[in-house]
């Protein structure tokens, strides 16, 4: 099944129209094969805008919600980012075309392994994944350029703060557990931090010991 058409069509419906403008963003997400990120039975679904099962309670997020934060992080390319929360590994595959590396932690082994295997198919070799609780960061790694959380936070952990490079970027859904708003903090100085509310938006809850206890 060729699936470039759907692709192409889910950029400009949901991505380009919603007011997405990153050039860079734009064509990484029209090459990127997000049908294989999601299981065979929902693959005809995975050019349409919403968040799909992805087994263990998870989902991957919606194209226009990828869209958003890639553009978000500002990226200039040669980047190193975190992200936490790799679930299908679709938004670290995005990454991987836009930065030089990306550090993606994942609480659930059985994530992390399925995604490991189709980022090595399609040749992500730049993606960095750990099977850890993401609530502490990956301190080895740090400072990152930006770091990507995609998975609803009560507060932002002090961590993510701290392992952010001066004019680095955060952006984290923090909210209840029923919605959250997307935030961007900039470090701006050592001890300086910008914060901006960009959208509001739904996200399964980031849990461990800086985030949701269940
Ligand atoms: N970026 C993913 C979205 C996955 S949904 C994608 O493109 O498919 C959010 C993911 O965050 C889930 O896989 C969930 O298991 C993970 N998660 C939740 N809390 C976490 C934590 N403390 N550390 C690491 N991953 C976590």
């Given at each position: 099944m060729d699936y470039s058409i759907a692709r192409r069509r889910m950029i400009s419906q949901h991505v380009v129209a919603r007011g997405v403008q990153d050039q860079n963003v734009i064509s990484?997400?029209?090459?990127?094969?997000?049908?294989l990120f999601v299981e065979e039975a929902l693959q005809s679904q995975a050019y349409t805008d919403y968040a799909l099962p992805i087994g263990d309670k998870q989902t991957i997020s919606q194209p226009y919600m990828v869209a958003v934060m890639s553009e978000a992080l500002q990226l200039k390319g040669g980047e190193r980012v975190l992200e936490v929360g790799t679930g299908s590994g679709y938004q670290a595959a995005v990454l991987s075309k836009l930065v030089a590396h990306v550090y993606s932690v994942e609480r659930i082994a059985n994530l992390a392994r399925r995604a490991r295997r189709i980022l090595d198919q399609i040749g992500c070799s730049n993606v960095h994944i750990r099977v850890s609780d993401g609530t502490s960061g990956w301190s080895d790694q740090a400072p990152f350029d930006g770091i990507i959380v995609t998975a609803g936070a009560p507060q932002v952990p002090d961590c993510y703060r701290e392992q952010l490079a001066i004019g680095g970027r955060l952006v984290i859904p923090v909210g209840g557990a029923d919605y959250q708003v997307l935030k961007r903090i900039t470090r701006i100085e050592?001890?300086?931090y910008d914060?901006?509310?960009?959208?509001?938006?739904?996200?399964?809850?980031?849990?461990?010991?800086?985030?949701?206890?269940?």
């Open positions: 990484v997400m029209e090459q990127i094969p997000r049908h050592e001890d300086r914060e901006e509310d960009l959208l509001e938006c739904r996200f399964v809850p980031l849990i461990g010991q800086h985030g949701w206890s269940r």
